[in-house]
């Protein structure tokens, strides 16, 4: 070997670093900044937006209403994962990231400036449900996206490892979102947070959409849509593709994510409307436990992804799934305990397990789908399994609750893991599949 080939060795070495690690955080930043949009409307969801935007009632009523709109989004996700999919499988990766982030931070950013409902009326109520709608649709673009961005430019034996970071945006993105609003109760008084503090979470995300669109238009195209392009294996409708040949991994796709839907809202905007309304907890102290709870979904996230790369996605998934079951049948005398010590335990045991059976996800979807229709596939059982999963979760979970008990609410979570478990019992491995 020359003495100049070692310099150059190290340059390329170098290279391949930065631009690894420029690709690794574009496919996070995008990530948690999506899921920072949708963790702050779904913790106003739980504290201020039926008050703010439905007229005056019962309390249980406006609660309803509020998670009504919380559901319309997860109703739009799957239509934007067939816009976006079929822009991503058919132009590129990269612009259709940009595009879905656009979107969903737009919206988000003028709920914030939306007048309520004693300042306009039934207008307000319609306009908040067109602006989630919105949310939706960005938000059913970007996971899929993000995930390919990472398993699409992973080495081999890594691709558990490199889908991690789209898994990871979520908890940040939330832990950010929850510690903004403990950070505003704490500096607020309840009439200031009712009358405008809850609207500066939603105009932050302006700048952080911003701060994510620069990195993103740094990063280039993936390996394996540059490479589908040359062979010209790109097709003009992916949707019905994917529906006419990958129908079956799509379905159980969705009915594995659903366990994570089902854990992560129910220990979060259900149990944050739960423990305020019922148990009178003070607003900051749930919040508190809440940012504290999220630290061991992230810690569970990287745990996870490196076990599956080393076991396969099926073991990890199916472990994480059954303890899932179980946990269902700790709501009821952890959560309604109303001890301080034992609503955190409940919390942090629910968020390790949204997080262990969620980090694989990242892998095992976009190892479902050949790359012509991977972006529509992967998004489209992403949310779909949002629609079953979550998107009438504290709906259901607060009908539950008035009528028969936490504990209704704990065989929900573990009726919904099941089905989740159903559809890895009939999955494939993918762990060693090629995607190009």
């Known amino acids: 070997m020359s003495v100049s080939s070692v310099p150059t060795t190290k340059v390329n070495s170098v290279k391949q670093q930065n631009r690894s ?29 039926g008050p703010v935007f439905f007229p005056r009632g019962s309390a249980t009523a406006q609660a309803l209403s509020a998670f009504v709109t ?3 989004a997860f109703i739009a996700r799957p239509i934007g994962s067939f816009l976006f999919g079929h822009f991503g499988d058919r132009i590129g990766r990269k612009s259709t990231l940009v595009g879905s ?4 931070g737009t919206s988000t950013t003028l709920i914030g400036f939306l007048p309520g409902y004693n300042s306009i009326g039934s207008l307000a109520p319609v ?18 996206g993000a995930s390919l961005l990472a398993t699409e430019n992973a080495p081999a034996g890594k691709r558990g490892w490199y889908g991690m970071f789209p898994a990871l945006g979520p908890s940040i993105g939330f832990l950010a979102s929850n510690g903004l609003f403990f950070a505003l109760s704490l500096t607020l008084t309840d009439d200031q947070f009712r009358d405008w503090g809850w609207r500066v979470p939603f105009l932050v995300s302006a700048v952080l959409v911003v701060l994510g669109l620069y990195v993103r238009l740094k990063i280039a195209e993936t390996p394996a849509f540059r490479a589908a392009i040359e062979k010209r294996e ?20 969705a009915l594995a994510m659903v366990p994570c839907y089902t854990l992560f809202y129910n220990s979060t905007t259900f149990s944050l409307s739960y423990g305020v309304s019922v148990l009178h907890m003070p607003r900051q102290t749930f919040l508190g436990l809440l940012c504290i709870a999220v630290v061991f979904m992230a810690l569970a996230t990287p745990l996870a992804a490196w076990a599956s790369d080393r076991c396969g996605r099926k073991p990890v998934m199916i472990a994480g799934i059954t303890a899932a079951i179980l946990s269902g049948f700790l709501m009821e005398p952890l959560l309604g305990s109303g001890s301080t010590t034992l609503i955190l335990l409940f919390l942090v045991i629910q968020l390790f397990l949204m997080g262990a059976t969620f980090a ?3 892998a095992l979807l976009p190892e479902l789908f050949p790359t012509n229709v991977r972006y529509t596939g992967a ?8 629609i079953l999963g979550a998107s009438v979760a504290p709906y259901i979970a607060q009908l539950l609750a008035a009528h028969g008990g936490l504990s209704w ?18 999955m494939r491995e993918t762990r060693h599949v090629s995607l190009s």
């Open 21 to 49: 690690t420029k690709i690794l955080f574009a496919s996070f930043i995008g990530t948690a900044i999506e899921f920072y949009d949708f963790y702050v409307y779904a913790t106003a969801a739980a504290l201020v937006i």
């Open 70 to 72: 919380f559901g319309i």
């Open 101 to 104: 982030l656009l979107v969903m």
């Open 127 to 144: 306009l908040l449900c067109a602006l989630r709608f919105g949310q939706g649709i960005g938000l059913g673009g970007e996971w899929g």
């Open 234 to 253: 790109c097709i003009k409708v992916p949707s019905a593709e994917l529906l006419s040949k990958h129908w079956l991994p799509t379905l159980l796709g």
């Open 360 to 362: 694989p996800m990242g």
């Open 379 to 386: 998004g489209v059982s992403y949310n779909l399994g949002g």
């Open 409 to 426: 609410v704990g065989a929900y979570v573990s009726v919904a893991s099941a089905v989740g478990l159903i559809g890895m019992l009939c």
